[in-house]
């Protein structure tokens, strides 16, 4: 009996974290849903007996404990209403944040003070907490029934021939870093009034081609990844999930990509870096390499929609601590990238740096930028309408990025102990001027024109040229290590929608028109 009295208490709990799992089914791990769960209810029952001992009244307890759950997993989504609304930052972050709080409490003072039977509110509020666990689990049950697994594409390597070429002699170690959202340079003249020249400079002094008209095969990372690292362009998959937005054959084609299954059956050792994007840690890799066991992207997305992401006291702030962990991710990645390789065995490093792309943490000269409202990695028209403050943050922090990845460079290309080839590549362009839904309300140079900076030690670049896409990134490398050859793919690029990520539109060529008439 007690049981149902508290029920809508610890749903109202449990229930926001159910809900973001179904809603990201195929990205967020069940373990981090279980271990978010058990702090939760362990939280809620502390709170239960606590109250209970001091109001000696049960069900005034179970109601006291639902209220609050409301207003601290509710919060999120009255702000995004208010932000649709509103782009005042007073307004978002003083003004709304006390009146839900002092609503809050007048709500609790109620409940509190109410001398009525409160036996039907809680038959109510288990009815509604019922339906609500009913319709997540119908969700999740669903998208299990009715979801078919992509094969495992690391299991089939197609009719390559996997031996090493003849005469190539010691297998070269092989880094590929991904500069989330790194622009190319026109763009960056362009539309950013940023002149690059002094980076792409030492990249080319070092010996790195760059191919300056390359464009992305896809806006979105899972899109690009998915394609780069199979070398393929993704049109089976569209046309197998045409109807879905699940980002889940995405993220094993990621995680059981072709090239890493290629590369260790030629003796590669795999390594590979945390992103704090669930769906770019590659935890097959030989040597994994994170600080902690728990998906920070699942905590980030949920602990935003709480009422603690509002909070920006002077002793908590949840938006300047998250911030600290990502710049530390950021340096730590791009100093250890050069300290990976092996003495008697070749190495395929990945790391996967969200940088420049937003959250902006960083000034030009490394220090903390001013937080901006919620700490979120969203973009385009999900990041927000102020395209002159994107322009203006993100130039910030790619100067910054250019200084860490310098350094990053230097050391990888002084160490002669094995060759190498060295891939700096960005999976898509920024998005200032992004409109998730809609191709002809982006600007499309900006989100493809993308940086393609490949270095091999021994100094042949042939076969690489100005247009070069990831697809065919891995292609031209692989020809050069393997017997078997695979013909290079046109350069293609599609755009692809936040919702409905699958239906594809080509624009490629759009993106070969002049800069400013391809704009729109």
């Avoid at 009815?127 to 029934?145: E, H, S």
């Avoid at 005469?167 to 092989?174: A, C, E, R, T, Y």
């Avoid at 700490?375 to 922090?397: L, P």
Wanted: charged share 15%.
């Amino acid at each position: 009996m007690k049981f149902l009295l508290l029920f809508h208490s610890v749903t109202f709990a449990l229930y926001p974290i159910f809900y973001l799992y179904s809603a990201n089914l195929g990205q967020a791990r069940f373990f981090d849903v279980a271990v978010s769960a058990a702090v939760t209810l362990l939280c809620v029952v502390i709170l239960l007996l606590l109250i209970e001992k001091f109001i000696q009244n049960l069900q005034k307890t179970a109601l006291l404990v639902s209220t609050l759950c409301f207003a601290i997993f509710a919060y999120g989504a009255f702000d995004e209403l208010l932000v649709s609304f509103s782009d005042s930052a007073t307004l978002r972050n003083i003004i709304f944040p006390a009146l839900w709080f002092l609503g809050f409490c007048g709500s609790a003072w109620l409940v509190a003070r109410t001398t009525q039977n409160l036996e039907n509110a809680g038959r109510f509020l288990n009815v509604m907490a019922l339906a609500m666990l009913v319709l997540v689990f119908a969700d999740v049950a669903r998208y299990n029934l009715s979801f078919a697994r992509l094969p495992a594409v690391s299991s089939d390597v197609g009719s390559l021939q996997v031996t090493p070429q003849t005469g190539i002699g010691v297998l070269p170690d092989i880094y590929y870093l991904i500069l989330d959202g790194y622009a190319r340079n026109d763009i960056l003249s362009e539309l950013y009034q940023y002149d690059n020249s002094e980076f792409s400079g030492f990249l080319e002094q070092k010996g790195f081609y760059i191919a300056s008209q390359a464009c992305a095969n896809y806006p979105q990372t899972y899109l690009s990844l998915a394609s780069s690292l199979n070398f393929t362009y993704l049109d089976e998959v569209a046309q197998k999930f045409f109807d879905l937005n699940t980002a889940e054959p995405l993220v094993e084609m990621i995680s059981n990509n072709r090239l890493m299954a290629t590369l260790k059956a030629l003796g590669y050792q795999t390594v590979a870096f945390a992103s704090g994007y669930s769906g770019t840690e590659l935890k097959t890799a030989d040597r994994y390499i994170s600080r902690t066991l728990l998906s920070r992207e699942f905590f980030h997305t949920l602990i935003n929609t709480t009422f603690f992401a509002a909070l920006k006291l002077p002793f908590f702030d949840l938006s300047v601590s998250e911030a600290d962990i990502h710049r530390e991710r950021i340096r730590n990645t791009l100093s250890a990238i050069a300290n990976q390789n092996l003495p008697s065995e070749p190495v395929f490093v990945f790391a996967h740096v969200i940088c420049p792309h937003p959250p902006f943490v960083f000034n030009h000269d490394g220090q903390a930028a001013k937080a901006q409202n919620r700490f979120h990695i969203q973009d385009g028209s999900h990041w927000g309408s102020d395209t002159a403050t994107y322009r203006k943050m993100y130039k910030e922090q790619l100067t910054y990025l250019n200084t860490l990845v310098k350094q990053s460079v230097d050391n990888l290309v002084a160490d002669q102990t094995r060759p190498r080839i060295i891939i700096v590549q960005s999976d898509h362009g920024p998005g200032s001027d992004l409109n998730w839904q809609n191709p002809e309300k982006t600007n499309l140079p900006e989100r493809f024109g993308i940086l393609q900076a490949i270095y091999f030690s021994d100094g042949n670049n042939s076969g690489l040229y100005p247009e070069i896409s990831p697809v065919n990134t891995f292609r031209l490398v692989l020809n050069r290590l393997l017997a078997s050859k695979m013909p290079l793919l046109e350069d293609k690029s599609y755009f692809a929608p936040w919702f409905g990520r699958y239906r594809f539109v080509e624009v490629t060529e759009r993106l070969r028109s002049p800069l400013s008439s391809a704009s729109r």
